[in-house]
């Protein structure tokens, strides 16, 4: 795009307007030409010119970080929150079946160049009222979707993605025979995790489809509260990474987030948090980091039952999966390892003794296995040795008998649960 300041400021005001502040507050994005991090210094200082605009995407968000964190104020605006903005408008644009006929296609590479270059330019927050910024600029960026219109009539039929028809295809419509059929494309599918069914309006990209994901992915680890607030997400997968683990690390984030997901319903992280724990374990990930998590994971069972009173309840799992047994038994096994962590929460004695039933539900379900395991786990974070793993196969003992079948590991297979994509 041009380097002359005033075009410049009217990409920016478009590009505050039409889609920063829908982004935060909800409503109908509007996409324009791709923006390159060339305008990133222009777009970190600039304001609109219509300070309502200014003002409610200020209070947008705040509160989207406030109901994480109680905060009163808000860097703004954020110069890492704003390249990570440009980088998910970017994937947006790129989505445009209008760039995926010749010779308009050959954009998309260079598109995508500049995605990487944004998502660079951000990397993980330093402090944490950049991490609570990024959230609220981007955190809704698995709830994205786009209508995409079908207009039928007796001669022709037109495909519109993300777009109106002209008025006049919809001119006469009974005369006309004209039928418009909507058809909903989620952010899985827009964003290249899944394909379309064969009825929707444009047929999947495949080159888009392995384009995308990973640049989700990137742009996820850098915002490192929206990475763990999603983790029930289908793809990408869910991990602890090293910045949602530092993000994890500031107690006021790691209760926030954990309230959060409990409001959310903490059965549809059940699966994926202890998938990413297994993962996080088998690497291993180094004491403190792991500890982290460790102290995450048991602060979701502590609000679980002082907050939610669920000391009683079993956890609507659907299966007893190694993943949802890895997460149920971190709290058993800090409740008789210890390592330190039960000790950070202080607790009223009615709270205790609730959260000792809780314990005792919780390792019932898990398995003697599983709680050796998450036990041991807890000893690693203290600087102890690192466990073996519960899914792996265990060493065969000393034997003269070379016919000695081999000890076979379960199945590990497991299906996250699949969160709603609600329209932005």
Not at 11 to 38: K, M, N, S
Not at 164 to 172: D, E, G, M, Q, Y
Request: proline share 12%; with cysteine.
């Amino acid at each position: 795009m041009a380097d002359s300041p005033q075009k410049l400021q009217l990409a920016f005001e478009q590009f505050a307007r039409d889609f920063a502040l829908p982004v935060a507050q909800g409503g109908t994005l509007h996409l324009g030409a791709p923006i390159g991090p060339a305008a990133l210094d222009h777009f970190m200082h600039a304001r609109p010119s219509d300070t309502l605009v200014e003002q409610r995407l200020y209070e947008a968000w705040l509160k989207r970080a406030a109901d994480v964190v109680p905060v009163r104020s808000l860097p703004f605006p954020e110069p890492d929150a704003i390249a990570l903005l440009l980088a998910l408008y970017d994937m947006l644009v790129v989505t445009d079946p209008r760039l995926c006929g010749w010779p308009t296609r050959a954009a998309r590479p260079k598109i995508l160049a500049w995605v990487d270059s944004l998502v660079a330019r951000a990397g993980p927050p330093p402090t944490r009222e950049s991490a609570l910024a990024r959230h609220a600029a981007v955190g809704r960026v698995l709830e994205v979707a786009r209508d995409d219109l079908l207009v039928r009539t007796w001669a022709y039929t037109h495909r519109f993605a993300g777009r109106r028809p002209p008025p006049r295809l919809l001119a006469w419509k009974g005369l006309r025979r004209v039928h418009e059929d909507v058809s909903r494309v989620p952010a899985d599918q827009l964003l290249g995790f899944s394909f379309p069914q064969e009825d929707a309006v444009e047929p999947a990209d495949a080159w888009l489809a392995a384009q995308l994901p990973p640049r989700v992915a990137a742009l996820l680890a850098a915002t490192p509260i929206t990475d763990v607030l999603t983790c029930a997400r289908k793809t990408p997968a869910f991990t602890f990474g090293p910045a949602s683990t530092a993000a994890l690390a500031d107690p006021a984030i790691r209760t926030g987030v954990a309230q959060t997901l409990l409001v959310a319903g903490l059965d549809r992280a059940v699966v994926p948090l202890g998938n990413a724990l297994l993962a996080m374990a088998n690497a291993p990930a180094p004491p403190a980091a792991v500890g982290v998590v460790m102290r995450f994971l048991y602060e979701l069972h502590v609000l679980a039952v002082v907050d939610r009173g669920e000391s009683d309840k079993e956890p609507p799992v659907e299966r007893m999966s190694p993943p949802a047994a890895a997460m149920l038994a971190v709290l058993p096994a800090i409740a008789v390892a210890g390592g330190g962590f039960a000790d950070e929460i202080p607790l009223e004695r009615a709270d205790e003794a609730e959260l000792r039933v809780r314990s005792a539900l919780l390792a019932r379900m898990a398995g003697d296995e599983m709680i050796r395991w998450a036990t041991a786990l807890v000893g690693y974070a203290a600087g102890g040795p690192a466990p073996s793993s519960p899914l792996a196969p265990a060493p065969a003992p000393p034997s003269a008998s070379p016919e000695a079948p081999p000890t076979t590991a379960p199945d590990t297979t497991s299906a996250p649960a699949t969160p709603a994509t609600p329209s932005t």
